[in-house]
């Protein structure tokens, strides 16, 4: 390896992270490369083109926040912006901010190792190429690890088979075809009212029963949207302040210390406000389960009013685990598609799924022959992206074996062991649990921030201490402990991937309290991580 790496920084991923961290660096004078495994930018936006495909959380804050131009020429035109409308939002900021220049496209990163002597990363694509970099950026995401699940004869299928996580770019006609999917997760339920329009009949495959909460999309409101442009400072400085990265008050009493009419009254409020500040009306429903079986009653009440069938509608609600422990889904018209003809739910938990044939799935109880047959099962998420990779750190250890009880980290930025490799949005750190852009923007900027540190003071290399990722890995835990996470089975713990260890992989002490906590970890000279210095600084 050359003394000199060809790069100061190698950022890997296109989409809401990985364009900011190439926009933030290059701004800031560094070289950088991205590389990005498709062939545009949009990250999780390019992949998941299903139909339905849409944010959760409203489109004024799932956006950026460090531009001022940018916040004031650009308008959404739903609450809730649909997947070619946040992709056609990324390509404006490529080329507002010019940034497809500096990236790659069709470089799927195979392997990282670091170079101890020149204290820098070599990164090699599928296509055999490999370049240094003083630093690796990790962009790829939480969910962008596509989780095929292992069903005996899947593959034989001879029908048209897709994955919600990885869909063709070519629309899909499903007119007059026998239709399945598989999955009741957020990309299922948003995909299986749009299916069910256009499908001669769509069987739904369910396992697990899921809380699914209204939407209550619509076309933006031009009022509403001038009160946003006009007050976006504030909007974003509540954003950096809350516990979700979102606008919103928290909520200030127990749903137990209230009467029944007014946590009834509560509720139906934010139903019928729909999205996900249905669980801001209390403080206790992610540690009581009293309070949030008050919640569960709430939603199990609305499906049997919507549900005409009664035996249907019991199917359809879950007796698992608590509400808002797994990642609650948001659409509209999800359970009122039930009362269509040409749809049918097939328990596969009471009846299991045996196997699919050339043309069929076949369970237990009944075989559903089938023209598509369409896999929603998910991701490998928050760590899968960085495990598909060959990664060796300090004494070629690989971070497989670094991860082999769970995901570790320090605050999500980096792994001991592993210097100069920073993970936006990384294991244990808000994550998924918080709104992706605002999250995004605090981890780049605090990485900005640490690099030109570094530059200014001679500094090689970084990374955590042992004991820091120890105690870091402890705080999470402890947290989640203390919640009714630990309640059920989800891809929150990996438990979706066989084999994968049980560690929840997302910090649960609040977004707010968490970029507190990193820009005093900064002010006290970057507490918890070692530094090296020597003759080979990072040019710029």
């Not at 694509?125 to 970099?133: E, I, K, S």
């Not at 009160?227 to 919103?248: H, L, M, Q």
Request: charged share 20%; with cysteine.
């Amino acid at each position: 390896m050359s003394d000199v790496p060809t790069y100061d920084a190698v950022v890997i991923g296109a989409g809401f992270a990985g364009l900011y961290a190439v926009h933030r660096l290059t701004g800031m004078g560094f070289r950088v490369l991205g590389l990005e495994r498709g062939q545009d930018v949009g990250g999780v936006w390019y992949w998941n083109r299903y139909p339905g495909a849409r944010c959760d959380c409203e489109s004024y804050y799932y956006s950026y926040g460090f531009s001022e131009d940018l916040q004031q020429d650009w308008d959404w035109s739903l609450r809730y912006s649909e997947q070619p409308e946040i992709l056609g939002y990324l390509g404006h900021v490529a080329d507002r901010f010019d940034l497809r220049r500096h990236f790659r496209f069709g470089a799927a990163v195979e392997a990282l190792t670091f170079d101890e002597p020149a204290r820098a990363w070599t990164v090699r694509t599928g296509d055999g190429q490999t370049v240094t970099a003083r630093f690796v950026v990790s962009a790829m995401g939480c969910l962008s690890a596509v989780n095929w699940p292992d069903i005996p004869g899947l593959r034989s299928f001879r029908g048209r088979l897709l994955h919600t996580a990885d869909w063709p770019h070519e629309p899909v006609d499903f007119t007059g075809r026998r239709v399945g999917v598989i999955g009741t997760g957020a990309s299922a339920v948003q995909a299986i009212p749009r299916i069910a329009r256009e499908a001669a009949h769509l069987t739904v495959f369910q396992r697990t029963a899921n809380w699914v909460l209204p939407a209550r999309n619509h076309a933006s409101d031009p009022g509403f949207d001038s009160w946003v442009k006009a007050n976006y400072g504030e909007i974003r400085a509540r954003c950096a302040a809350s516990p979700g990265a979102v606008p919103f008050e928290a909520p200030t009493l127990s749903a137990l210390e209230v009467s029944d009419a007014e946590r009834e009254a509560t509720y139906q409020s934010l139903w019928d406000l729909g999205g996900m500040r249905f669980f801001s009306a209390f403080t206790d429903l992610f540690s009581s389960l009293e309070a949030n079986a008050t919640a569960q009653a709430f939603v199990a009440e609305q499906i049997r009013k919507t549900v005409r069938e009664p035996e249907l509608a019991r199917a359809l609600t879950p007796t698992d685990h608590p509400i808002g422990v797994k990642r609650p889904p948001v659409d509209d018209d999800y359970y009122e598609t039930f009362n269509r003809p040409n749809v049918t739910l097939a328990d596969i938990r009471r009846a299991p799924l045996v196997e699919v044939t050339e043309g069929a799935v076949r369970t237990a109880d009944a075989e559903y022959e089938l023209d598509d047959l369409i896999v929603a099962t998910g991701f490998d998420a928050i760590t899968g992206a960085l495990l598909a990779l060959d990664v060796r750190g300090r004494g070629g250890v690989s971070l497989k074996r670094h991860w082999q009880n769970g995901p570790s980290s320090y605050l999500g930025l980096g792994m001991a062991g592993f210097p100069n490799l920073f993970t936006i949005t990384g294991p244990l750190s808000p994550a998924v649990l918080a709104n992706m852009p605002t999250a995004v923007e605090q981890h780049v900027d605090w990485i900005a921030g640490c690099l030109d540190h570094m530059h200014r003071e001679g500094i090689d290399a970084i990374e955590p201490t042992e004991a820091a990722e120890t105690d870091w890995v402890s705080h999470a835990n402890e947290i989640v402990g203390h919640t009714l996470y630990p309640q059920a089975e989800s891809w929150y713990f990996g438990t979706n991937i066989p084999g994968k260890p049980r560690r929840f992989g997302v910090y649960l002490g609040g977004f707010g309290a968490y970029s507190e906590r990193c820009e005093a970890v900064a002010q006290a000279g970057y507490e918890g991580f070692r530094f090296t210095s020597g003759p080979n600084r990072a040019p710029r």
